[in-house]
């Protein structure tokens, strides 16, 4: 039987946490090994699983878990390991000296039995240290306490800098991120560390289109149809027909999008705005809100006094329709009047 090496290192995991389980009595090595899937289940077992299992209490199975790890630390085969907890070392800091665990293991191999394995090494071994999952960051490992609390403390400086509609390009994103990071060494400051810096907040994320923001805003978190549709527009730049978007959706993101949905979803969404039959665009890219005539409305408002060609003019850049359809809102005498100099003015 050949023992596999993992993907990335020059170490074979397996072999390595074989050799140390031989020092344990059975059930110590038992609970050992379902505690962290090193057998042929790669599943984790829980304390309470294992108690029934034997019959003891759930904390008893903790004392025997603790007091197994602290045993290998003192058999003659830890230190035969030394070679691998020097190559994990290396490994966590050529990818930022502080890493997500999801990651790390990714990072070194696919293989879920594998990556347990590893993953005990990490627990087992003296130069590892872990920052467990909490609201605001995702589990991870470093070697380094105070580059570790930098990057912690950058990140959530950067996030109190976000608004909740903030969308960020990701070159800016770690440009900002950059800048909060001051005095950390020049090897880190590569962009692949950088993300890889940023995928430890939970506060912050990145959208299909690689986008960055607050991780809850709905520009960010994608949920549905509403959320990649405003993500497909915004990506064309201009207004769409509904249709047009559903495609869209679907090409981009490879999510089915059938067009009645969309369509109901950009009614139902303030962050669209109907300009033409069919047409929408962003709110935030300046569109007036309302039919037509409310877009007239707000046109004479913010300019005063103008001709009909004028008006035609100012509301064809809001709204896709025909002049004729502006002229005979034009001629509702309720709202707008027509002077003398043959300009258009609001009725008071």
């Not at 103008?306 to 002049?323: A, F, G």
Request: one cysteine or more.
């Amino acid at each position: 039987m050949v023992t596999q090496t993992a993907d990335k290192t020059g170490f074979k995991p397996k072999a390595i946490v074989k050799r140390l389980m031989v020092a344990l009595p059975e059930r110590s090595r038992a609970v050992l090994e379902a505690r962290f899937g090193l057998g042929t289940n790669t599943e984790k077992v829980t304390l309470e699983a294992i108690g029934k299992r034997y019959g003891i209490t759930r904390e008893r199975v903790r004392q025997i878990e603790n007091h197994a790890l602290a045993s290998l630390k003192k058999s003659p085969a830890f230190e035969s390991a030394d070679a691998a907890f020097h190559e994990l070392e290396r490994i966590i800091d050529s990818l930022g000296g502080i890493v997500c665990e999801d990651d790390l293991l990714n990072f070194m191999t696919k293989d879920k039995s594998m990556q347990n394995h590893i993953y005990f090494l990490l627990v087992l071994g003296d130069p590892f240290k872990y920052r467990k999952e909490d609201d605001e960051v995702n589990r991870c490992w470093y070697v380094d306490p105070e580059l570790a609390g930098k990057v912690e403390d950058a990140l959530k400086r950067l996030y109190g800098g976000l608004s909740d509609e903030d969308l960020i390009p990701e070159g800016e994103m770690i440009d900002r991120f950059l800048k909060e990071l001051q005095t950390i060494n020049d090897k880190h400051r590569n962009d692949e560390v950088l993300k890889r810096w940023l995928s430890i907040s939970k506060n912050i994320g990145k959208n299909p289109l690689g986008e960055w923001g607050q991780a809850s805003s709905q520009n960010v978190k994608t949920k549905g149809v509403r959320d990649y549709a405003y993500l497909a527009v915004k990506k064309h730049g201009s207004p769409l027909h509904f249709r047009e978007v559903a495609n869209m959706i679907e090409k981009t993101f490879d999510r089915k999008a059938h067009v009645a949905t969309t369509h109901n979803e950009l009614i139902k969404d303030p962050r669209f705005v109907l300009v033409g039959r069919g047409m929408y665009a962003l709110r935030e890219w300046g569109y007036t809100q309302g039919v037509v005539r409310d877009v007239i409305r707000e046109v004479l408002r913010q300019s005063g006094p103008l001709t009909k060609d004028q008006i035609i003019e100012k509301v064809l850049k809001e709204r896709h329709v025909k002049p004729g359809t502006i002229v005979v809102n034009l001629q509702n005498q309720k709202y707008f009047k027509r002077g003398k100099d043959s300009k258009f003015t609001l009725v008071k």
